[in-house]
Nanobody, 127 residues
Framework: VQLQASGGGSVQTGDALRLSCVGS????????MAWFRQAPGKEREFVAA????????EYADSVKGRFTISRDNAKNTVYLQMNNLEPEDTAVYYC?????????????????????WGQGTQVTVSS
C-alpha cells in the first residue's frame, strides 16, 4: 500500500504549482483523498479533501478560492492545483487516504481518520 506525492518546488509569491499523488496497493476509488501540510515548527493541518469524483470538495479557509483538489480514479491519482501561492503556504504537503465506509460520505478533517499517507513533498514560496 503506497501513496507517492510529487510536484513540489520553490516558487515566487503569486506563482502556481500542481501536486500529484498516485496510489497503489488499494482500491483507490473507495478512499476519500486529502491533502495536509506541515510548516516548520507547526502542527500538520488539513488543506483539502474530496470523497467520490462527483462529491463536493472541502477546503481550509486559508486556501479556499486558491487551491483546487481533484481526482482521477482511472489513474489512481489525486491532484492539488495551487494558484496565487503565498509565503504562508510554505510547508511539506502530504496526501492521505481514508476509507469511505458509507454511501453518503462526510469528509473528515482530522488526520487521525486517514490510514494511508504519502511521504510528503516540499513547497517553498518566497516573497
Amino acid at each position: 500500500v503506497q501513496l507517492q506525492a510529487s510536484g513540489g518546488g520553490s516558487v515566487q509569491t503569486g506563482d502556481a504549482l500542481r501536486l500529484s499523488c498516485v496510489g497503489s496497493g488499494f482500491f483507490f476509488g473507495s478512499y476519500a483523498m486529502a491533502w495536509f501540510r506541515q510548516a516548520p515548527g507547526k502542527e500538520r493541518e488539513f488543506v483539502a479533501a474530496k470523497g467520490r469524483v462527483n462529491d463536493q470538495a472541502e477546503y481550509a479557509d486559508s486556501v479556499k478560492g486558491r487551491f483546487t483538489i481533484s481526482r482521477d480514479n482511472a489513474k489512481n491519482t489525486v491532484y492539488l492545483q495551487m494558484n496565487n501561492l503565498e509565503p504562508e503556504d510554505t510547508a511539506v504537503y502530504y496526501c492521505a487516504g481514508a476509507p469511505m465506509r458509507s454511501v453518503i460520505y462526510r469528509i473528515k478533517r482530522n488526520e487521525g481518520e486517514y490510514d494511508r499517507w504519502g511521504q510528503g513533498t516540499q513547497v517553498t514560496v518566497s516573497s
